[in-house]
């Protein structure tokens, strides 16, 4: 019994490439600039200088902090406070968690 092959229209790279990345845009700078006047308004501005918002990818909000304790403080201690303060003030971000990372 003799096989079939399927018999496919080539699509010009073209065409295809629109639709590719579409769904590779960059993340929105605005939004991220929105968060980090928020940030400035929820941690303070001793904290604010000590902790800088990085980037912000499906509801995770990376922020880089300039030392351990400072990210003990603000993941332990201030936690639920901070993901608040962010929420209040930016309603319509979807935010699900805050991950600190030493850096700087």
Do not use: C, H
């Given at each position: 019994?003799?096989?079939?092959?399927?018999?496919?229209?080539?699509?010009?790279?073209?065409?295809?490439?629109?639709?590719?990345?579409?769904?590779?845009?960059?993340?929105?700078?605005?939004?991220?600039?929105?968060?980090?006047?928020?940030?400035?308004?929820?941690?303070g501005e001793a904290f604010?200088?000590?902790?800088?918002?990085?980037?912000?990818?499906?509801?995770?909000?990376?922020?880089?902090?300039?030392?351990?304790?400072?990210?003990?403080?603000?993941?332990?201690?201030?936690?639920?406070?901070?993901?608040?303060?962010?929420?209040?003030?930016?309603?319509?971000?979807?935010?699900?968690?805050?991950?600190?990372?030493l850096g700087r």
């Amino acid at each position: 019994m003799a096989k079939r092959r399927r018999q496919f229209d080539a699509v010009p790279l073209q065409d295809l490439l629109p639709g590719v990345l579409k769904g590779m845009r960059p993340p929105n700078r605005g939004l991220l600039a929105k968060v980090k006047r928020a940030w400035i308004e929820v941690v303070g501005e001793a904290f604010a200088q000590r902790a800088q918002p990085t980037a912000l990818s499906n509801g995770v909000l990376s922020v880089e902090v300039t030392s351990s304790a400072v990210k003990y403080e603000l993941s332990t201690f201030r936690a639920d406070a901070v993901l608040e303060g962010l929420r209040e003030r930016l309603p319509g971000l979807f935010l699900r968690t805050i991950r600190y990372r030493l850096g700087r």
